[in-house]
């Protein structure tokens, strides 16, 4: 017979082995009396937050969620017979909306809020929804500036809106522990939290004025504009971008520094753009260690371009000079060149340093507009919205007179104002706020007084497939228009 092996042993008494069972009894009374010390240098120590850090994180949400919004952005696409029409109607080409999200900051109680260009680029409507506020507020467009990936957006808000404090980015270290508060995926008020994982770094280069702080705070599609936040409850940076091959977080996250927000905010608001200066030169930001120890540049800004008629060339700077200080200070790499002179109020006198063929000299110029002495990319100015000279009440509907004396619905924009409250294709349109409407002449007189925010109800007539007729009432607030001045986008 085979025999069997309980998984448990049988239990032992005491007096079957002496002074067990004393020393069981005094390890529990151990225990059980507060000695848990007695085990604690058995297996590994098990970490856990601690209560300040928890709570340190907890305040620093609560001081600046307050002061972030979710950005709701439509953009035109054109895309060809895309709607609804009755059977046997061909579509014609129009318009399509896509619907994208983003974060922004309140920096103003005004109602001033900061995003990233991308974010609102190529926008015809921006809503900002605020926390606590019941409805959205429909933005308008103040500045962009393309070389950080910055934008200012101004609401009008009914009282004044709870702002963010900034902090210095200068002090920050890796290590330091940050959270990102935002939107991703449309969670409105979504924190997460991280270490700063590296500094300075430069992610696009062909965008020399941006420098990123990086991070392992999730940061995913939709945290875009909203802020980096220190244990301190300030910003910190601007969250702008991450490393995917996925489209969603991976670990890596780059943030806008807040010094250089800071000096980019003020801009926007004068000017509705960047106004930088620069004394017209040419040269790589970064160049690889290799390259200086061969070219023996332990620090210095190697020229590889003059620009014409520029402050250097004027000076009598050329390519293959390397500047070393700028007024009597040490310039280490293009970087620092770039961020010493960008901002400094144009026609700023500077006494430049620089070597050549192995001499030292110095020489005064002024500082110039950057835009004056390298033109705006043609590409750029090819993705600027074109703005219509007459406005548009924006109803969203292809008409046709009827010949029952009223007004057949041919087709509907999709995203539309008539889309939204419900207008369908091939409906009959039978009155306009209560007005009977005989055809579209008669409708376009109903039409032309409104303005955004204007109540619009319609009664149509409709058949489903079975041929029955029924009576629908629909309607809603009318938003800004898609185009024209009163749909808050203004290009600087």
Do not use: C
């Amino acid at each position: 017979m085979d025999e069997l092996h309980s998984p448990v042993p049988p239990p032992t008494s005491p007096t079957e082995r002496p002074g067990l069972g004393w020393a069981a009894l005094l390890l529990v009374l151990a225990l059980g009396l507060g000695g848990g010390w007695m085990l604690a240098g058995w297996g590994a120590p098990v970490h856990r937050p601690t209560p300040a850090l928890s709570q340190s994180l907890a305040l620093a949400a609560a001081r600046v969620e307050p002061a972030v919004v979710t950005i709701a952005v439509q953009s035109r696409r054109v895309v060809r017979g895309r709607f609804r029409l009755p059977a046997n109607r061909k579509a014609p080409d129009l318009p399509r909306l896509d619907h994208s999200q983003g974060s922004g900051l309140i920096i103003d109680p005004s109602g001033y809020v900061l995003t990233n260009r991308h974010v609102v680029r190529r926008a015809v409507r921006i809503q900002v929804a605020v926390a606590g506020d019941s409805q959205p507020y429909f933005a308008r467009l103040i500045g962009e500036d393309p070389d950080t990936d910055l934008a200012l957006l101004k609401i009008d808000p009914h009282h004044p809106l709870p702002t963010a404090r900034f902090g210095d980015s200068s002090h920050l270290a890796v290590g330091d522990w940050v959270m990102a508060i935002g939107s991703p995926f449309g969670l409105d008020g979504t924190a997460t939290a991280g270490i700063v994982s590296a500094l300075h770094r430069s992610v696009d280069p062909s965008k020399q004025f941006q420098t990123f702080i990086q991070t392992d705070a999730p940061i995913n599609p939709g945290n875009s504009g909203g802020p980096l936040v220190d244990l301190n409850g300030e910003v910190v940076g601007i969250n702008t971008a991450i490393y995917t091959e996925s489209d969603g977080y991976q670990g890596i996250g780059f943030a806008l520094p807040s010094d250089l927000v800071m000096h980019v905010f003020p801009e926007l608001r004068r000017h509705g753009k960047v106004v930088r200066g620069s004394i017209g030169v040419y040269f790589e930001s970064q160049l690889d260690p290799a390259v200086r120890r061969v070219y023996r540049l332990p620090s210095g800004v190697p020229l590889t371009q003059v620009a014409p008629k520029g402050p250097a060339a004027l000076a009598g700077l050329r390519a293959g000079d390397v500047i070393t200080s700028l007024n009597q200070h040490p310039v280490a790499d293009g970087s620092a060149l770039m961020q010493t002179i960008e901002f400094l109020p144009i026609g700023t006198t500077l006494q430049v340093g620089y070597e050549r063929d192995g001499k030292t000299a110095n020489v005064a110029m002024k500082v110039a507009d950057r835009d004056h002495l390298y033109p705006p990319a043609a590409a750029d100015r090819m993705g600027a919205m074109p703005v219509a000279t007459t406005p548009d009440p924006g109803l969203g509907m292809v008409l046709a007179d009827s010949r029952h004396s009223s007004v057949e619905i041919l087709a509907v924009k999709p995203d539309s104002f008539a889309d939204q409250i419900g207008v369908e294709a091939g409906d009959t349109l039978l009155q306009f706020n209560r007005q009977p409407v005989h055809d579209r002449r008669e409708l376009s007189q109903l039409t032309k007084a409104l303005k955004p925010g204007a109540d619009v109800a319609l009664l149509v007539s409709r058949t489903d497939d079975q041929g029955a007729t029924s009576r629908w009432l629909l309607g809603g607030t009318l938003p800004p228009p898609l185009d024209g001045p009163e749909d808050g986008i203004r290009k600087p």
